[in-house]
């Protein structure tokens, strides 16, 4: 019997009726709590907080026949959520409504890309005033809001991270790095994690390196891997590790300002630098925390040191900041800041445009000069009129707003409550991250640490959504949840969520038992 079941049948929070009045069950045996659970797990839910919107009704394609242009004429390949996939219809901050009208909290907001929240008042003014005035005009000619935006963003970077490039994607935004770093250190190889994402065009899935983003055919050229210092599921890791209010529940003897997991794993890049790549490289890309491999940190001091080596070996250094850029961290407003370094080249997308497709890359004046004298780099739809007006207001709600605080504050109630949940269950193995971006790693048991099967983290997912909460999935194995609302996120609908998770894994706990 695992340790869960230890401390299942401690009082159940399933709300009935008030969103804050707890039902409680007092010491319960096994079977008593079994019985408790089906009634109270299976057959009530946490009451959602309130909203104070009203969706439209829906008066589109049927569901049925959705699903048959689905089959008929999409992409074969599937990547939608769930064997009955949602129908969305309309979005509102931090939440979204299906065709039927159902409601959900959207702590996933759409892939980490929804920054500010969905259809937010003042991006949809300033979209619907450019739509207009002036959609397009691609590069040959000046437009003053790809100036206007280029001002603000460079006013929030580091000297001499000061030229950007404005393109459509994340990664088209990494192709474009990676080729920058090709023209200006005049060398091929590129390093970057295990377990990265870094895009899925035929240039980039060089250096993303998930098992279902690798193809059987030759792709990727001078891109190579090395481990991956993730200190929960990798060989070393302790208690002090992250740059996070939550450490993993592994034990080291590491003073808090010491980390021998770290010097272990930069033995372990410098074994990659000697055996696997040429004398001289390009450069080495790394997100600030890893988001497809499921919200992976890395030890604190890991990048200052690996930059200084990529550095000595003639390459530059890449920060990827798709998804921890913007104020999501909390603490910074970039990812990279979180780490005492100064990249040479940084990427970002998603949380640029809150959804519209804008992203870009920012380099020094030199590197820019070398992309300049290796090629004539050109984007029809990069920086365009709708673009950057879009993207300025996310800038100006940031700040209004004060979401990169609110990531900050939530962020950690949010970390530290769901880490109460892993002290509650044997079956989640870890909860890591940094403002609201956070990771739930599922598991056997916390002493082998090898995923929960799939098909019961799809379960687990399945109740959550029925339940009016939507989350994302990660890691090698799909075995963690991936967490990540609009920055506007607040306490109760925090609260909500943890509420939901929990039900839902009592729920799977209920079903294991049988």
Known sequence: MTLAWRHLPRILRLETSSPRTPKTCPSLSVGTFRKSVTKLGLHTKPRMPPCDFTPEKYQSLPYRRVLEIYQQHLSPVHVAYFP???????????????????????????????????????????????????????????????????????????????????????????????????????????????????????????????????????????????????????????????DSPVQTIRKCSCAPDCCQAKDQYIEQFKDTLSTSVAKSIAGFFAEPIQGVNGVVQYPKGFLQEAFELVRERGGVCIADEVQTGFGRLGSHFWGFETHGVLPDIITMAKGIGNGFPM???????????????????????????????????????????????????????????????????????????????????????????????????????????????????????????????????????????????RAAVIQHMERRAK
């Not at 939440?95 to 890309?113: A, C, K, M, P, Q």
């Not at 380099?363 to 993207?391: D, R």
């Not at 002290?423 to 056997?444: A, Q, W």
């Open 84 to 242: 009955q996939p949602l129908l969305l219809h309309q979005g509102h901050m931090e939440w979204l409504f299906d065709h039927e009208g159902n409601r959900y909290l959207d702590f996933f907001s759409g892939i980490v890309t929804v920054s500010v929240g969905h259809c937010h008042p003042k991006v949809n003014a300033a979209a619907g005033k450019q739509l207009g005035r002036l959609w397009h005009t691609s590069a040959v000619f000046f437009h003053p809001q790809v100036h206007e935006y280029a001002e603000k963003l460079s006013a929030l970077l580091p000297e001499p991270l000061k030229v950007i490039f404005l393109t459509n994607s994340g990664s088209e935004a990494n192709d474009l790095a990676m080729l920058m770093a090709r023209a200006h250190s005049k060398n091929t190889d590129i390093i970057s994690f295990r377990g990265a994402y870094h895009g899925c065009s035929p240039y980039t899935l060089g250096l993303s390196n998930v098992g279902p983003f690798k193809m059987t055919l030759p792709g990727g050229v001078g891109c190579q891997s090395t481990m991956c210092p993730d200190v929960f599921r990798g060989p070393w890791g302790g208690s002090h590790c992250r």
């Open 359 to 501: 992203a870009a890359v920012v380099t020094t004046p030199e590197i820019a000069k070398s992309l300049a004298k290796c090629v004539l780099h050109f984007n029809t739809f990069g920086g365009n009129p709708m673009a950057c007006s879009i993207a300025s207001a996310v800038l100006e709600v940031i700040k209004e707003e004060n979401l990169q605080e609110n990531s900050r504050e939530v962020g950690t109630y949010m970390l530290l409550k769901f880490a109460k949940l892993r002290d509650e269950f044997e079956i989640i193995g870890d909860v890591r991250g940094k403002g609201l971006m956070m990771g739930i790693e599922m598991v056997k048991d916390k002493i082998s640490r090898q995923p929960l099967p799939r098909e019961e983290v799809n379960q687990i997912h399945e109740d959550c959504r029925h339940m009016g909460l939507l989350i994302g999935r990660g890691g090698i194995f799909s075995q963690t949840f991936r967490i990540a609302p609009s920055l506007c996120i607040t306490k109760p609908e925090v609260d909500f969520a943890v509420e939901v998770f």
